[in-house]
C-alpha cells in the first residue's frame, strides 16, 4: 500500500525528474506532463517506501547497481501496442520486402536480419515472425527457411522484455489484433493465457537496449521498425536517433516509421517511398 500524506510532486522535483528522465531515455516530459509523471511515480514510491519525492530522487541518483533507476524507467515508459498494428509495416513487409529477400537468399545472401526497436511486449516482433512464417509456407521453397531470417527486437523496459520473452498473453491482449486463424495456428491457450509457438521464438533475439546507446553492437539490418516511440523524444533526439539508424541500415534497407510520424525538419538521410499508399523510407546514398 502507498504511503499516506505524501506531499505532491512539486515544480522543482518534476524539473530534476524529467532532466533525470531524459539524460537516461530520451524520453521529453513537457510543462504539461507534471501530473501524469507523479501518478506514474506512486507505485515507485510504494515500492521504496519513500514518504516523498524528494526522497526517491536522491534513491535513484545514489543508485550504483542501477535497480531502482531501472524501476524508474519502467515506470515512465509507454508500453502501448497490439497485434499487426497500422497493417501498413506488414503490407510492406509481406508483399515487398520478402519477395525482394527471398531473390537475395537465392543469390547467395546468407540471413536477413530486421530489428523491432522499442518492441514493448513484444507484439510486434511476433508480429513479424507470423507474417515470415505465413509467406513461407506459401512460397513452399524447402531452400528458404525460417532460420534465415533474424529479428532483433530491444526495448529500454525490463519489464517489458519479460512479458515479451514468456510469449504468453491474456484474453485482452489477444483480442487487440490477432486473428483466430493465426491463433489456432502459432497460440496454445493454457489455462487463462495463450502461448506462442516456439517456432516463432526461435526467430526473435530479445535484447534490453537504449535508443541513446551505441547503435554498433547490434550489427546491420535489412528493415528497421522503431514507430511510436520517436514522438517521445526531443528535437534534437530525434536527429540523432535518426543519424544512427541510418548508419546501421544496409544499403537498399527499409526503414518504418509510425503512421502519425515524419521525418520532415529532422534529417535528410532517407527519401520516402511508398508501396501501395503504404510509406517506408530508403537511405539516400551517400
Known sequence: MAPRNIPPLTTQEFSLFRQFVEAESGISLGDDKQYLLESRLKGLMADMHCTGYGELYRLIKEDKRGHVRQK???????????????????????????????????????????????????????????????????????????????????????EALGVAKMGAYDKFSMERGMDRSNI?????????????????????????????????????????????????????????????????????????LGSTESMTFYTQAFKSKEFKSNIYYEAVDS
Open 72 to 158: 524508474l524507467i519502467d515506470a515512465i515508459t509507454t508500453n502501448e501496442t497490439l497485434w499487426f498494428r497500422d497493417k501498413a509495416p506488414f503490407i510492406i513487409l509481406e508483399e515487398f520486402f520478402l519477395p525482394a529477400m527471398v531473390e537475395r537468399i537465392r543469390n547467395g545472401k546468407f540471413r536477413v536480419r530486421i530489428w523491432s526497436a522499442a518492441c514493448s511486449t513484444g507484439q510486434e516482433p511476433y508480429s513479424l515472425a507470423i507474417v515470415i512464417h505465413n509467406f513461407l509456407q506459401r512460397l513452399g521453397d524447402a531452400k528458404i527457411t525460417p532460420q534465415q531470417f533474424e529479428i532483433i527486437a530491444t526495448d529500454i523496459s525490463k
Open 184 to 256: 489456432d495456428r502459432y497460440f496454445k491457450q493454457k489455462q487463462r493465457f495463450w502461448i506462442i509457438n516456439p517456432i516463432l521464438k526461435k526467430m526473435i533475439d530479445f535484447r534490453q537496449f537504449n535508443l541513446l546507446g551505441k547503435f554498433s553492437e547490434l550489427g546491420t539490418f535489412d528493415m528497421v521498425l522503431c514507430r511510436n516511440v520517436a514522438i517521445y523524444f526531443s528535437h534534437e533526439t530525434k536527429i540523432k536517433l535518426y543519424d544512427k539508424i541510418r548508419q546501421v541500415l544496409k544499403p537498399q534497407g527499409l526503414f518504418v
